[in-house]
């Protein structure tokens, strides 16, 4: 649902349907136009993604509450509240919840990255 505010259009994700992906995860599409996507997402403990990178689409990850592992490269970060990293393009990488306790965070992509996704080999 949205509204109109001084001609801007307010988001409340409250009234989005969630979409369910994974392992019982689920994530809001809060803005999905081709040139940008802006996905909030919940994880359960013990979830992951699968591997994959994107050809065109830059993404920021920022992390809204719990604490997330995003590995790039084989390279492994932890995120905790009000940590964000960028991927660009073409580095393969994966969001997991190695935690104990639900993760939400923003995935942020410039353009969408709906049509863009390859699986990486593990």
């Given at each position: 649902?949205?509204?109109?505010?001084?001609?801007?259009?307010?988001?409340?994700?409250?009234?989005?349907a969630?979409?369910?992906?994974?392992?019982?995860?689920?994530?809001?599409?809060?803005?999905?136009?081709?040139?940008?996507?802006?996905?909030?997402?919940?994880?359960?403990?013990?979830?992951?993604?699968?591997?994959?990178?994107?050809t065109?689409?830059?993404?920021?990850?920022?992390v809204?509450?719990?604490?997330?592992?995003?590995?790039v490269?084989?390279?492994r970060?932890?995120l905790a509240?009000?940590?964000g990293?960028?991927i660009?393009?073409?580095?393969?990488?994966?969001?997991?919840?190695?935690?104990?306790?639900?993760?939400?965070?923003?995935?942020?992509?410039?353009?969408t990255?709906?049509?863009?996704?390859?699986?990486?080999?593990?």
């Amino acid at each position: 649902m949205a509204w109109f505010l001084g001609g801007q259009r307010m988001i409340n994700k409250d009234a989005i349907a969630p979409r369910p992906w994974g392992s019982n995860c689920f994530s809001w599409d809060l803005v999905d136009r081709p040139d940008m996507l802006v996905v909030q997402e919940a994880m359960p403990p013990g979830t992951s993604e699968l591997r994959h990178f994107h050809t065109k689409a830059r993404q920021f990850f920022f992390v809204l509450s719990g604490e997330l592992t995003i590995e790039v490269e084989g390279e492994r970060t932890k995120l905790a509240v009000h940590d964000g990293i960028e991927i660009v393009p073409g580095r393969s990488h994966q969001v997991l919840n190695e935690s104990d306790r639900e993760a939400t965070f923003l995935a942020i992509a410039c353009p969408t990255t709906k049509g863009d996704r390859t699986l990486s080999p593990r």
